[in-house]
């Protein structure tokens, strides 16, 4: 098992443009979960999924962002016509729901995106 | 969930025990205590989890105190290598939501 996986790494891109990042979480893991982190701040939550269903969106997630995970696999992050604003580290994790315990996520290594 | 109060930092010397305090004195008792670090620029790496008694595993022992009102994580013997940003986060078993909520945590130096 190699981990939460994010691609890319780094994305640099100019104001307006759109962007699609990936996760591929630890397989099996029926949850995923994206989140946001700015400079000096801990992350914050945008979305997870249920297996292919988007569960929770957070108020920070505005439309022009948006998630999939359509065969309940990897899932992808849209943001279309970026903003300055959307400068951050993206965050995959996902964990194992059994429906009988508490599940513990565990992260990817992040999208750092900077919007210029 | 609970509301968590750590110290903005800490420094440790390299070799002997960090221990990392939390304050979660609105926990209820269905919820868990929960560790994370962040070395810089990568993701949260979960460390340890506990609800009421003591855990140990291989990374770190975290101290519930009896009232679950505060706990303390413990790197028993600290390394450069855990210099990184600590998160506890109080979480609900069964809450309507599964979103970790992190605060700023503290930010652990390990001095040589």
């Known amino acids: 098992d190699t981990g939460v996986s994010q691609d890319p790494r780094h994305k640099i891109t100019k104001r307006g443009q759109n962007v699609t990042f990936r996760c591929d979480p630890i397989?099996?893991?029926?949850?995923l979960y994206w989140y946001r982190q700015t400079l000096g701040q801990g992350p914050e939550f945008l979305t997870y999924?249920?297996?292919?269903?988007?569960?929770?969106k957070s108020r920070l997630l505005s439309d022009r962002f948006s998630a999939e995970r359509p065969k309940g696999s990897f899932s992808t992050l849209e943001i279309q016509r970026t903003e300055q604003g959307d400068s951050a580290m993206y965050l995959c994790?996902?964990?194992?729901?059994?429906?009988?315990?508490?599940?513990?996520?565990?992260f990817g290594p992040g999208t750092r995106l900077l919007v210029l | 969930d609970a509301k968590t109060t750590q110290p903005p930092s800490m420094d440790c010397a390299e070799g002997r025990a960090a221990n990392l305090p939390c304050n979660h004195s609105?926990?209820?008792?269905?919820?868990?205590v929960y560790w994370y670090r962040q070395i810089h620029s990568q993701g949260p790496q979960y460390i340890i989890h506990?609800?009421?008694n003591n855990e140990t595993n291989e990374m770190a022992s975290l101290i519930i105190t009896e009232d679950r009102k505060s706990s303390t994580l413990i790197l028993p013997h600290a390394t450069l290598r855990d210099t990184a940003v600590y998160y506890c986060?109080?979480?609900?078993?069964?809450?309507?939501?599964?979103?970790?909520?992190f605060g700023t945590g503290t930010l652990l130096a390990v001095q040589p």
């Open positions: 994790a996902s964990s194992l729901s059994s429906g009988r315990a508490i599940e513990t996520q565990y």
């Open positions: 397989s099996e893991h029926n949850r």
């Open positions: 999924f249920q297996n292919e269903a988007q569960l929770e």
């Open positions: 609105t926990i209820s008792g269905n919820e868990y």
């Open positions: 506990g609800l009421k």
């Open positions: 986060i109080v979480r609900s078993e069964t809450g309507a939501t599964n979103k970790l909520i």
